[in-house]
């Protein structure tokens, strides 16, 4: 039951949230601009839905290589802090032998 009342309130609070930004003269504009490219996209995604297809499937695949290079990057970062934290542990261990 609370699940149905969580989500309900985010759906509520979604369409008054987009109520009110429609104050806004250039939030209007905007879009009115972005519903205008979708139903005209829409219009050619019906009248040739291959090219929906191949659309779908390039943008998947482009998705595919930023998340795996964003990944590799991470990896990359993380093995390089990983390797500064291993420099200062054994900088902090040297010094800790010396006191001893």
């Given at each position: ?32 601009s ?5 139903k ?24 595919v ?36």
């Amino acid at each position: 039951m609370r699940k149905n009342k969580l989500m309900a309130g985010i759906a509520i609070g979604a369409v008054v949230g987009a109520a009110l930004s429609m104050f806004d003269k250039e939030t209007r504009e905007q879009a009115t601009s972005c519903l205008k490219k979708a139903k005209t996209q829409t219009q050619v995604y019906v009248k040739h839905p291959s090219q929906a297809a191949r659309d779908a499937r390039t943008t998947f695949e482009n998705t595919v290589q930023t998340i795996d290079r964003t990944t590799t990057e991470a990896m990359s970062v993380l093995t390089k802090l990983e390797g500064y934290l291993g420099d200062t542990d054994s900088q902090q261990n040297g010094q800790a032998d010396e006191r001893l």
